[in-house]
């Protein structure tokens, strides 16, 4: 699997899954100085500061990157920093904070804040793991969480409100993650995993106290 990003199909996709995912999210604004806007302005702030230091620090990389090897040989942190670095250059990086800027914003302030957290982070280290034992590829970045929490947000909301257009939004997302599973692009089960993610929480809501009456 390639977790690094495709070519210029992937980004079709990837513009899709945002567009679609986004504009049915966007379904009211916060005031200034909100909770939700504060806790997903942490998040990203989290992110992006070491994601910029990055770029002109290779050994900060190094340090926090996703290793395959190093990560078997029991640095299991890489499974959870790798993402806070970038491995895809100035516009990957760009590309990786506007996400999750949007992303961010709208799930922090859709779901409970514990709840938004936990999800961007069992997808990031779903996503770390996967791809440092199953794929053995080295590499960094935000974007597998981010799909994941956008994808499981859709979900959530979706199943919750039963009514509108979440089924045909989820659907596309689901459409999109296949196809891009099917080209080697692994950021398909990214999203695939956060459908099934927002699925199982919705489902078994009454048990997880943070997943509970959003």
């Not at 945002?18 to 998040?43: C, F, N």
């Not at 296949?178 to 199982?200: C, R, Y």
Request: glycine letters at 12%.
């Amino acid at each position: 699997m390639n977790t690094a990003g495709g070519g210029t199909l992937s980004l079709i996709l990837y513009a899709a899954v945002y567009i679609v995912g986004v504009r049915y999210l966007l379904t009211r604004r916060e005031p200034p100085g909100h909770p939700s806007l504060t806790g997903a302005m942490v998040l990203w702030l989290i992110v992006a500061i070491p994601s910029l230091i990055g770029l002109a620090s290779p050994a900060l990389y190094d340090a926090l990157s996703r290793q395959p090897e190093a990560i078997e040989q029991g640095q299991i942190w890489r499974l959870l920093t790798s993402t806070v670095v970038q491995d895809g250059g100035v516009a990957g990086t760009v590309f990786n904070l506007i996400t999750l800027a949007f992303t961010a914003a709208l799930a922090f302030r859709l779901l409970r804040p514990g709840a938004a957290l936990i999800t961007f982070t069992v997808g990031a280290v779903g996503f770390n793991a996967a791809a440092a034992y199953v794929w053995h590829a080295p590499g960094a970045g935000n974007s597998g969480a981010t799909f994941f929490l956008l994808a499981a947000t859709a979900m959530i909301r979706s199943l919750q409100r039963r009514t509108g257009p979440g089924g045909i939004v989820t659907s596309v997302i689901a459409a999109a993650g296949i196809v891009l599973s099917f080209t080697n692009d692994a950021h398909g089960t990214a999203i695939l995993g956060g459908l099934l993610f927002g699925a199982l929480v919705t489902a078994f809501g009454h048990a997880l106290p943070e997943f509970s009456a959003l």
